[in-house]
């Protein structure tokens, strides 16, 4: 069997007129001669109306109730797909995941897929049918419902298509593709046809638009390969899959950034072993995650200065927390808030020798100030100014002709 | 273990608030020692707006999607009350019909319950845990949702109370109970403290914003007594229960009334046998119900005039069925639809002479015409001219004592 899963976001199932026009996707592949396994989100807004009342109901709703409850809009998105497909003369109908079942381990509001029985699925789909599947949703074993969490649904369609052998998994979202950069910040961005899991992962402060980062990582895990497209045109979107198949003579495919970083410096800190450890550990048990750092060569041999960026949001915590552990002492502590973290990204990189000096020179021919700066083997972050953000993205675009 | 099965309508959950009220009566019940079996219907308003979402997908909806679309509302209802008992730190957990299960036979939309496996419920009983039961709803033999139709969630409690064999199954609504006579027709009505099935039953008119006929009928085949109460008052309610259980001076219990009835007369018949059936077989091929019959005895032997009544709604319908049957000759057609009927309901009936005599000498002090004349073992029903109505209910309320 030639199988396609095709994955449906909440926008693209949003309104009545929308789920008409998504069955008319679901028939054109039907047409093509596939076997089409439908993966639904909930309609955009009725989640949130939901969580809405729960949380009026308690501060600390039951984490197993709010599944029970939060799993019923893809129900109501499903039925009304296969509803469609049903009035349009085709045979279809919706599955849960206790109908399936798919089968998840783990706490509730989290879970994660851990086996699909394709038995009735495939059945059905030998006799023709259409099975409209609920996303971000699964039974564990004690035949309680359990939610995958934020962009379950997309989790869900990449579980199918390796446990059904899928051909094809194309997700259908509100974007039409990943580009180059945020189209919003630069004009100039460029869709990408073809990008590696890898380069998709680096770009998850653009990707998270288009497909949360855990299901790239599943993705990549199984091998499947991943189409990204609007429902809302017929434009081609973006395909997501492994290294070797990209034939790009581009060294950077992408552009991503930060707006909502925070910078700390601690000044005249000690410079011995384990300090820094001393400074990261109640952060770290406050959740607090901490992205770029660097530690300058101590100057004298004894004292030294820690810089480090955290999400703005954590800021005033990370005040708290560095104030009242005992375990450090500094001369003085700097917050800023005025800064953006700037990355390039590419697997070419990882062949091409001069990259990092071609990024810092092009920035500093536009009198940008580099802060920070953190490297992987795909990818090169730079912390500058905020202000300077705009110039920054533009500069680097041209530099490696990702407007080309 | 004392059981009790607390079943709560739509209104009675109807916002957050009253889901909140909904959580203290049911702790109420577990102060009293009692394992408390919940089952609820979907809050008022959201299944109208499911079904509303069905139509503008398809102006004949898949029976089966429909089911699974319109079942969702009552998961909502119940993951919200066992999210707020547990707030409050009781045990509970909501239950769909698959989980349970409860089978149905039937089709999609009005099925109907067939059998209840008490395992696991019972054992949450045990452990001090409250279920929280999704009314309206259960799974068929496929494995698929169905549902019950209209007032379904009635002949859940109902089915509940006899499969876990319950003391007691309370029945929480908008009303407090069940009136000698609808409160906004007369004044006067009073609440009947206890009622037996059957009376309850041809109190239909009155009855059904309390409970359905099939859900009393279901109890009355099942010996379960229920007490109807609003959830808005601490008011003691109706009891619905054995005529045996009944100890009560008054002949007649109620009086109901219809306003959407009409009179159909057909002068000038042949009187020969089955001429009544050639006029009724193609109303009922066309599920219009007969309700009253009267046929005149012929004067010459050979003509006579038949009348019968019907709901308002298939009068245009009948109009046209009987002037294209042409196995019947006739020289007048008449139509009514001033028309209403009046009934009074009763067990003491069956062992008092007299009581038709006392209708319709009560109704002829006042100058109401009787049209039409029908009579069951419990139950007299008259039509007369709607302009009447209100007199008639008030003098017969007198006659027979109901507002004492």
Known sequence: MKIVVLKFGGTSVGTIERI???????????????????????????????????????????????????????????????????????????????????????????????????????????????????????????????????GGSDASAIMLSKFFKAQKCIIYTDVDGVYTTDPNALKNAK???????????????????????????????????????SSFSKKNGTKITKKKNIISNKIIRGISFTKNDAKVTLI????????AAAIFKPLSLNSINVDMV?????ANGKETDLTFTIKSEDLYKTQKLIKKNRKIKFRNLIFDKNVSKVSIIGVGMITTPG???????????????????STSEIKISVLINKKNITKAISVLHKEFKLDK
């Not at 019923?72 to 469609?84: D, F, K, P, Y």
């Not at 994660?112 to 049918?129: A, H, P, S």
């Open 294 to 298: 660097v530690q300058n060569i101590s």
């Open 191 to 229: 869709k990408i046809k073809i990008i590696s899991y890898e380069e998709m992962l680096e770009m998850a402060s653009l990707g998270a638009k288009v497909m949360q980062p855990a299901s790239i990582q599943d993705a990549r895990l199984n091998r499947i390969d991943i189409d990204v497209k």
């Open 355 to 373: 990259v990092t000096y071609r990024m810092f020179q092009a920035l500093a021919k536009k009198n940008i100030n580099i802060l920070v700066i």
């Open 20 to 150: 008409k026009k998504v069955a008319n996707i679901i028939i054109s592949y039907i047409r093509k001669r596939y076997k089409v396994i439908v993966v639904s989100s909930a309609m955009s807004g009725i989640t949130n109306d939901l969580i809405k009342k729960s949380k009026k109901i308690s501060n600390n709703f039951d984490t197993s109730e709010y599944d029970v409850l939060v799993s019923t809009g893809e129900q109501i998105a499903c039925s009304l797909i296969s509803g469609r497909l049903n009035h349009l003369g085709y045979k279809s109908k919706s599955y849960m995941g206790w109908q399936i079942p798919i089968i998840t381990s783990g706490t509730y509001g989290s879970s994660r897929i851990t086996n699909i029985n394709v038995k009735k699925i495939n059945k059905f789909l030998k006799l023709g049918g259409i099975p409209v599947i609920t996303g971000f949703q699964g039974v564990n074993l004690n035949l309680r419902v359990t939610t995958l969490g934020r």
């Open 268 to 275: 005249g800190i000690k410079d011995k072993p384990g300090i």
